[in-house]
Nanobody, 124 residues
Framework: QVQLEESGGRLVQPGGSLILSCTASGRTFDDYTLAWFRQVPGKERDFVGGMSWSSKSTFYADSVKGRFSISRDNAKNTMSLQMNSLKFEDAAIYYC?????????????????WGQGTQVTVSS
Protein backbone atom coordinates (compact mmCIF):
# COMPACT_ATOMS: atom_id res chain seq x y z
CA GLN A 1 0.00 0.00 0.00
CA VAL A 2 1.45 3.35 -1.07
CA GLN A 3 1.20 6.01 1.62
CA LEU A 4 2.17 9.67 1.36
CA GLU A 5 2.39 12.16 4.20
CA GLU A 6 3.16 15.87 3.93
CA SER A 7 4.62 18.08 6.64
CA GLY A 8 6.10 21.54 7.13
CA GLY A 9 3.21 23.86 6.30
CA ARG A 10 2.86 27.04 8.36
CA LEU A 11 2.28 30.78 8.15
CA VAL A 12 5.02 32.74 6.38
CA GLN A 13 5.34 36.38 5.30
CA PRO A 14 5.49 37.42 1.64
CA GLY A 15 9.03 37.06 0.33
CA GLY A 16 9.82 34.39 2.89
CA SER A 17 10.87 30.78 2.47
CA LEU A 18 9.49 27.44 3.55
CA ILE A 19 10.36 23.77 3.09
CA LEU A 20 7.66 21.12 2.75
CA SER A 21 8.39 17.41 3.01
CA CYS A 22 6.62 14.36 1.64
CA THR A 23 7.39 10.98 3.16
CA ALA A 24 6.53 8.04 0.89
CA SER A 25 6.17 4.49 2.14
CA GLY A 26 4.77 1.10 1.20
CA ARG A 27 7.10 0.20 -1.67
CA THR A 28 10.08 1.28 -3.71
CA PHE A 29 9.44 4.11 -6.15
CA ASP A 30 11.93 3.41 -8.93
CA ASP A 31 9.24 3.50 -11.62
CA TYR A 32 7.21 6.33 -10.09
CA THR A 33 6.72 10.01 -10.60
CA LEU A 34 6.09 12.03 -7.44
CA ALA A 35 4.69 15.54 -7.53
CA TRP A 36 3.40 18.48 -5.54
CA PHE A 37 -0.03 19.99 -6.11
CA ARG A 38 -1.82 22.81 -4.34
CA GLN A 39 -5.46 23.75 -3.84
CA VAL A 40 -7.46 26.62 -2.37
CA PRO A 41 -11.12 26.33 -1.34
CA GLY A 42 -13.47 26.29 -4.32
CA LYS A 43 -10.67 25.90 -6.86
CA GLU A 44 -9.17 23.00 -8.76
CA ARG A 45 -6.08 21.21 -7.58
CA ASP A 46 -3.15 22.66 -9.54
CA PHE A 47 0.23 21.19 -10.40
CA VAL A 48 3.26 22.76 -8.72
CA GLY A 49 6.24 20.55 -9.56
CA GLY A 50 7.27 16.93 -9.94
CA MET A 51 10.15 14.50 -10.03
CA SER A 52 10.88 11.20 -11.72
CA TRP A 53 12.02 9.25 -8.68
CA SER A 54 14.80 7.17 -10.19
CA SER A 55 16.36 9.85 -12.39
CA LYS A 56 15.65 12.83 -10.10
CA SER A 57 14.58 14.74 -13.18
CA THR A 58 12.32 17.61 -12.09
CA PHE A 59 9.69 19.71 -13.81
CA TYR A 60 7.70 22.73 -12.62
CA ALA A 61 4.69 24.89 -13.28
CA ASP A 62 5.56 28.22 -14.89
CA SER A 63 4.20 30.07 -11.85
CA VAL A 64 6.91 28.66 -9.55
CA LYS A 65 9.92 28.24 -11.86
CA GLY A 66 12.97 29.89 -10.35
CA ARG A 67 11.35 30.10 -6.90
CA PHE A 68 10.54 26.50 -5.97
CA SER A 69 12.85 23.49 -6.07
CA ILE A 70 12.19 19.78 -5.56
CA SER A 71 14.78 17.38 -4.14
CA ARG A 72 14.87 13.73 -3.06
CA ASP A 73 16.38 11.80 -0.17
CA ASN A 74 16.29 8.24 -1.44
CA ALA A 75 17.46 6.69 1.85
CA LYS A 76 14.54 8.26 3.71
CA ASN A 77 12.04 8.04 0.83
CA THR A 78 11.29 11.73 1.17
CA MET A 79 10.69 14.47 -1.35
CA SER A 80 11.12 18.10 -0.35
CA LEU A 81 9.72 21.28 -1.83
CA GLN A 82 11.93 24.31 -1.17
CA MET A 83 9.80 27.42 -1.59
CA ASN A 84 11.44 30.85 -1.86
CA SER A 85 10.14 34.37 -2.53
CA LEU A 86 6.66 33.34 -1.46
CA LYS A 87 3.70 35.32 -2.77
CA PHE A 88 0.12 35.70 -1.55
CA GLU A 89 -1.03 33.47 -4.42
CA ASP A 90 1.17 30.64 -3.13
CA ALA A 91 -1.10 30.19 -0.11
CA ALA A 92 -2.88 26.85 -0.40
CA ILE A 93 -3.08 23.34 0.92
CA TYR A 94 -0.12 21.52 -0.60
CA TYR A 95 -0.47 17.85 -1.50
CA CYS A 96 2.04 15.15 -2.33
CA UNK A 97 1.01 12.79 -5.15
CA UNK A 98 2.43 9.74 -6.91
CA UNK A 99 1.85 7.78 -10.09
CA UNK A 100 3.36 4.39 -11.05
CA UNK A 101 4.97 5.63 -14.26
CA UNK A 102 8.29 7.46 -14.73
CA UNK A 103 6.84 9.90 -17.27
CA UNK A 104 5.93 13.52 -16.58
CA UNK A 105 2.32 14.47 -15.90
CA UNK A 106 0.78 17.80 -14.96
CA UNK A 107 -2.83 16.99 -14.06
CA UNK A 108 -4.23 15.75 -10.77
CA UNK A 109 -6.24 13.08 -12.60
CA UNK A 110 -2.98 11.48 -13.76
CA UNK A 111 -1.90 10.67 -10.22
CA UNK A 112 -3.08 7.67 -8.24
CA UNK A 113 -1.92 8.26 -4.67
CA TRP A 114 -2.30 11.32 -2.45
CA GLY A 115 -1.36 12.60 0.96
CA GLN A 116 -3.73 14.52 3.22
CA GLY A 117 -2.12 17.90 2.58
CA THR A 118 -0.35 20.56 4.62
CA GLN A 119 -1.50 24.18 4.94
CA VAL A 120 0.70 27.03 3.72
CA THR A 121 -0.48 30.52 4.65
CA VAL A 122 1.19 33.63 3.19
CA SER A 123 0.27 36.78 5.09
CA SER A 124 1.83 40.11 6.06
Amino acid sequence: QVQLEESGGRLVQPGGSLILSCTASGRTFDDYTLAWFRQVPGKERDFVGGMSWSSKSTFYADSVKGRFSISRDNAKNTMSLQMNSLKFEDAAIYYCAARPRPTRAWHASDYDYWGQGTQVTVSS
